[in-house]
């Protein structure tokens, strides 16, 4: 994938490790508590909800809170 002027890399701590994730763009960079969230259903049918943790709804959006773990490649499985 190619990479453009809006590319941006989120950095993340995840399983101890300080991750760069290259995503195409963001929009808003957004504050929120563990009560704003709420489980997903169970959408065991739709592949694509699997990497969704929890959801919320800012300004009439809905918004998806990503599991990184299950996005993210684990470290050891890249040496593989």
Same mark, same amino acid.
């Given at each position: ?7 941006? =890399? =989120? *950095? *993340?701590?995840?399983?101890?490790? &300080?991750?760069?994730?290259? @995503? %195409?763009? *963001?929009?808003? =960079? +957004?504050?929120?508590? +563990? ?15 699997? +990497? @969704? ?6 300004? %009439?959006?809905? =918004?998806?809170?990503?599991? &990184?773990?299950? +996005? *993210? ?8």
């Amino acid at each position: 994938q190619e990479t453009g002027d809006r590319n941006v =890399i =989120i *950095v *993340v701590h995840l399983n101890g490790v &300080l991750t760069g994730l290259l @995503v %195409d763009a *963001v929009s808003d =960079i +957004v504050a929120m508590t +563990v009560d704003d969230l709420q489980p997903p259903p169970d959408m065991a049918s739709d592949p694509s909800m699997s +990497v @969704v943790r929890a959801l919320t709804v800012i300004d %009439d959006r809905m =918004i998806r809170v990503l599991d &990184l773990t299950a +996005v *993210v490649p684990n470290r050891a499985d890249d040496a593989a």
